[in-house]
């Protein structure tokens, strides 16, 4: 690379030139933007300094208990509780999702093709995979097969809201065993 003093004066002044034209371009929003962050949404007063603004309420608990839960003091008036009608929790957000677009791919997982320990400069020992092709299910496949285990563990004898454990890396079958849980109601321990 050449050093400062090879280059062309004219070279030279065209990049700072073009340097400072952006400085400049990017200072201004950024400037407008901050001094429009200053701005409280609900009754458009602008708050004073940074310590005035440090200093103002944040978050309030929403049924006034100091347990919870809290949500951002600009949040409460606008906040959404669903994201559409009739789904609100996560297993029905999951049958949407199936419903929606049940052939789409919706878990990848990758066969380990070999394993080789690699040392490093440093000494430390580094283990390198070498993964195959990815292997997709679809949105149906992954319901159908949480539906099918939440019902086994059902008829197995486990009850809505008694806790169950999974004991598992993280990996496909963990988020069917979770989307099991969640169908039948029963509350996932991760370990």
């Not at 201004?28 to 901050?34: A, D, E, Q, Y």
């Not at 049940?102 to 320990?117: F, M, Y």
């Not at 992954?142 to 990996?171: M, P, Y």
Request: aromatic share 10%; net charge positive.
């Amino acid at each position: 690379m050449k050093l400062k003093e090879d280059l062309s004066p004219v070279l030279l002044l065209v990049f700072h030139l073009a340097v400072w034209i952006y400085s400049f371009l990017s200072f201004l929003p950024s400037v407008f933007l901050g001094w429009m962050s200053t701005l409280d949404d609900d009754d458009g007063v602008r708050y004073g300094s940074e310590e005035d603004r440090a200093k103002r309420m944040k978050a309030c608990s929403e049924p006034g208990r100091p347990e919870g839960p809290y949500r951002a003091v600009r949040a409460t008036k606008r906040l959404e509780a669903t994201l559409r009608p009739g789904v609100q929790t996560l297993d029905k957000m999951f049958e949407l999702a199936a419903r929606r677009f049940p052939h789409r791919h919706c878990l990848g997982t990758r066969e380990v093709i070999s394993e080789a320990d690699e040392r490093q400069g440093n000494g430390k020992l580094f283990k390198k995979v070498i993964l195959g092709e990815y292997r997709w299910l679809s949105y149906q496949d992954v319901f159908s097969a949480a539906s099918q285990l939440g019902s086994g563990l059902a008829s197995l004898g486990q009850r809505q809201k008694n806790n169950i454990a999974i004991f598992c890396e993280t990996r496909a079958e963990w988020i069917v065993a979770a989307q099991a849980c969640f169908m039948h109601n029963f509350p996932g321990e991760c370990l």
